[in-house]
């Protein structure tokens, strides 16, 4: 069944409530990152490739205040202890793993010459975790906004995306591109976020037209991404350009692809099979919705979904049965296009779909999944919101 989506203000309410809670302390400081879906170009935003996500209205929030110390005390809603940070180290990768998040963008501030003040900070979230919706993303962006409005600064937006990845690469140790920041950095409503991973640059594409929406729908099958298989898929990606003799995945053509077949090898032919189709397919969707052509779009989903599945292997048995079952549905039905979204492993599908039916479809999803799998999905919609911003 389609669930509602958490109101933000209620969101920010509930989490000083929990600092107060918590920690005896009233908020003066709130910051709200999103968490991010991707429409199409999955995997390729480390093959300098182009990459169309879109902030989701589902956030992590992060209230707190300055407490004249040079600790931080945090804690948030998944667990009842208050961890403490000694802000007069470079912080370092520690437990509990979850604060290495945290730390990581603490660290770049650090790096960047600021002198973090004490302060005291609690944390909720209304994004799934394990769901392909970059929480992990969210949570750094989350924290870099609180830590500006911590220190009265305000960084290039660019800037902070690219020092919360870096948290991620190295005190996640998930290798990541740079969409997941960007997206809940840059994100706007009625926008989607087309970035272009060569240069780092993005550039906010319309998705303005009421009638349609997007359904997340979450196998509930969770996934480690640090456990080896993206860095696997990336390296396979790395090697594939080394035999093809190319400096870019850009410069790359299919016809490159289909001459260096044998040499490339099971499974990198596949594997740039993948790379140097969703480039293609990625800025086709890109265009076709710069002419409010939503219509085109389901063909193009169709085939990533495909690719993903059969080239690059990072899809999975429930993946695979919700963007069947949306296939079902069908254009009539109100279903533009189905595919699954994020690093894969798990985590969920997104379909592109007739807002007057999103209830409706959400409903055959969720009942023919759980006859299919024995697993309740879970599902909402949204549309493309507010990136990274201090409330209030």
């Not at 996500?53 to 004249?68: H, L, S």
């Not at 600021?114 to 962006?141: K, M, N, R, T, W």
């Not at 319309?206 to 298989?229: A, K």
């Not at 193009?300 to 079952?325: G, P, T, Y």
Request: one cysteine or more; aromatic letters at 6%; charged letters at 20%.
């Amino acid at each position: 069944m389609l669930q509602p989506n958490p109101n933000l203000s209620d969101l920010v309410n509930d989490t000083a409530a929990g600092l107060a809670d918590r920690l005896q302390v009233k908020a003066n400081i709130t910051a709200a990152a999103p968490g991010r879906v991707n429409l199409i170009g999955e995997h390729i935003d480390y093959c300098d490739g182009f990459v169309m996500p879109f902030a989701i209205d589902r956030y992590i929030v992060i209230a707190g205040r300055a407490n004249g110390t040079r600790q931080a005390r945090i804690s948030s809603a998944i667990s009842e202890e208050i961890v403490t940070l000694d802000l007069t180290q470079l912080q370092e990768v520690s437990e509990p793993k979850w604060t290495n998040y945290l730390r990581g963008v603490i660290r770049g501030f650090q790096d960047r010459g600021h002198q973090i003040p004490g302060f005291d900070a609690y944390i909720l979230s209304s994004v799934p975790g394990g769901a392909g919706l970059s929480s992990s993303a969210a949570l750094e962006c989350a924290t870099a906004t609180f830590l500006e409005g911590l220190l009265d600064t305000v960084l290039d937006t660019k800037e902070k995306a690219l020092l919360c990845q870096k948290a991620e690469h190295d005190f996640a140790h998930v290798p990541c591109g740079i969409m997941d920041q960007f997206a809940s950095a840059f994100g706007k409503p009625n926008r989607l976020v087309l970035i272009d991973c060569q240069t780092g640059e993005p550039e906010l594409v319309p998705f303005e037209n009421p009638d349609f929406t997007v359904l997340i729908s979450n196998t509930m099958v969770h996934h480690e991404l640090s456990d080896g298989g993206y860095a696997i898929r990336r390296k396979h990606t790395e090697d594939g350009l080394a035999i093809i003799g190319k400096s870019s995945w850009r410069d790359v053509s299919t016809e490159d692809v289909e001459s260096h077949w044998n040499s490339l090898g099971e499974p990198i032919n596949r594997r740039a099979c993948h790379v140097v189709g969703e480039i293609s397919r990625t800025i086709s969707a890109a265009a076709a919705l710069a002419q409010n052509d939503f219509e085109a779009l389901g063909p193009l989903m169709a085939a990533s979904h495909d690719s993903l599945r059969n080239d690059f292997e990072v899809s999975c048995k429930e993946l695979d049965i919700l963007v069947e079952i949306a296939r079902a549905i069908g254009r009539d039905g109100g279903v533009i296009g189905a595919r699954m979204t994020g690093g894969g492993f798990g985590g969920s599908t997104v379909t592109l779909c007739e807002s007057n039916k999103a209830a409706e479809i959400a409903a055959i999803l969720s009942t023919e999944y759980q006859r299919a799998t024995g697993i309740t999905p879970q599902i909402f919609a949204s549309r493309p919101s507010q990136g990274a911003h201090l409330v209030g």
